[in-house]
């Protein structure tokens, strides 16, 4: 039965290109001269192997943490044989929620369908579970959409970004990371990563999120929070970030872009007042100066200054772009891209950003897997409107666990040219890595006082 099923889809697939064929072969008679003839049985190279239906026989999610960062990613096995392919998950904050989306639910609802249908599996399972777009459910829907877009690369035999419309770069330029607890060692970093090539640098000052800055805040000798939380201090954070850039331009002068990350963790007049008075010092660009329960302050800061602005990484839903795009608030998409539900809804994004010259700057900290970082980089050799894109250097225990990662030399990070991700992981090296219990410390900053602020 379903031999017969099979023979009639490859008549019926074959049956345009005969008719398209023969109509071209009556060009003979003179009425279209200039078009070209195709050979009778000329058939597309792979065409075979395009109308074969792969069906999805299972989806699973893998753990682990070879660098100390929790990491979740999803392999879906077809009933091809060795046919795979692998995506990120990763939402380091909230692992087990991820984990049990994909083997609890999109494991059952995928099982028998198409592969290949990748638009059509995004779209079904997208809405699935009725309420959607929360970050459980697009690193879920993520880690299965990116490795559904490695399982057609390997069927086609090109890299994804082949598939995305081929290269537009070399190779994708990227940004690192400079910080230091003081302006000083902040400049100490900058150099040695500039002598490692790097064009771009993104410094910060304090602890993560430039928090840090108290050392003994009221709140804790009151017994308010937790020992570990952070605290911030905004005017301290203002001027040392402004001190920052003012020392890096006159250590490296021009010919370096710089760029920082606010974590919207000031108020908004704050940032904008900070963000004015960095304009003098070039940066390349500022990240995330307000929360995204704070978006309407966006036309007050494009009214006051013309600093670049990135955005992004903590929206959830590919139609959040949209008006912000359309009203020209900020100049680079952060998104995180399987935070949005992987490859299929970035290019949607990103090809969104094209017609209002908003180029990408996606998300790739170390809670990007391997995975997630060659999904971005296949994406940025393949849109035009690529911007900057932030980079990890993984350690060699990583690339054990992942072979295929992406490289980086002199700045520039090239992916592997296999078909598909060019990226695969080795699940025994993985499970020599469990998950670690993970410290929340860093989402949790206060104001002296105790307030808690929103990174
Ligand atoms: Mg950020």
């Not at 690369?153 to 090109?158: D, E, I, S, T, V």
């Not at 020392?247 to 710089?258: N, P, Q, S, T, V």
């Not at 003098?280 to 660009?285: A, T």
């Not at 900290?365 to 849109?383: C, F, M, Q, R, W």
């Amino acid at each position: 039965m379903m031999g017969n099923r099979r023979d009639l889809l490859k008549t019926l697939a074959l049956l345009p290109l005969a008719a398209c064929t023969s109509e071209l072969n009556r060009a003979d008679d003179g009425k279209q001269a200039q078009m070209p003839k195709i050979p009778a049985g000329w058939k597309p190279p792979g065409s075979e192997l395009n109308l074969q239906k792969v069906k999805i026989k299972k989806v699973r999610a893998i753990t682990t943490a070879p660098y100390g960062t929790g990491l979740v990613i999803v392999k879906v096995e077809t009933d091809q044989p060795g046919l795979y392919g692998i995506g990120c998950a990763t939402f380091t904050q909230r692992i087990s929620p991820v984990v049990a989306a994909v083997n609890d639910y999109l494991d059952e609802f995928c099982r028998e369908k198409d592969a290949t249908h990748i638009e059509d599996i995004w779209q079904t399972a997208y809405q699935s579970s009725y309420w959607r777009n929360g970050p459980v459910l697009n690193n879920a829907l993520s880690g299965l959409d990116q490795a559904l877009w490695d399982i057609k690369g390997k069927l086609a035999g090109m890299p994804v970004y082949q598939l995305l419309g081929g290269k537009t770069r070399f190779a994708v330029d990227c940004y690192s990371h400079a910080s230091g607890t003081t302006p000083e060692k902040v400049m100490d970093h900058v150099q040695s990563i500039r002598e490692k090539g790097f064009r771009h640098i993104r410094m910060q000052l304090g602890g993560y999120g430039s928090t840090h800055l108290v050392d003994d805040p009221a709140y804790k000798r009151h017994g308010f929070g937790k020992e570990k939380d952070n605290t911030m201090n905004s005017q301290a954070y203002k001027n040392g970030v402004i001190q920052m850039f003012k020392m890096a331009r006159k250590r490296f002068g021009d010919d370096i872009e710089l760029l920082h990350d606010m974590h919207e963790r000031v108020e908004p007049m704050d940032a904008i007042d900070l963000i004015k008075r960095l304009e003098e010092y070039r940066p390349y660009f500022i990240e995330d100066p307000f929360s995204p329960e704070n978006m309407r302050w966006f036309p007050m800061l494009r009214e006051h200054c013309a600093v670049p602005i990135a955005m992004g990484e903590l929206l959830n839903n590919p139609h959040e772009w949209v008006d912000p795009m359309a009203n020209r608030w900020y100049d680079f998409i952060r998104t995180h891209i399987s935070q949005i539900g992987g490859i299929t809804p970035a290019m949607k994004v990103a090809r969104l950003g094209e017609w209002f010259n908003v180029r990408t700057a996606w998300h790739g900290p170390g809670d990007t897997s391997p995975v997630g970082h060659a999904a971005n980089a296949h994406i940025d050799l393949a849109v035009w409107n690529f911007g900057i894109q932030e980079c990890k250097i993984f350690t060699e225990q990583a690339r054990e666990v992942f072979p295929g990662t992406p490289t980086i030399e002199n700045g520039y990070m090239f992916v592997n040219e296999a078909p598909g991700l060019g990226i695969d992981i080795d699940e025994e090296k993985a499970a020599k890595f469990p998950l670690r219990d993970y410290n929340y410390g860093w989402t949790q900053v206060r104001k002296p006082d105790g307030t808690p602020v929103r990174p």
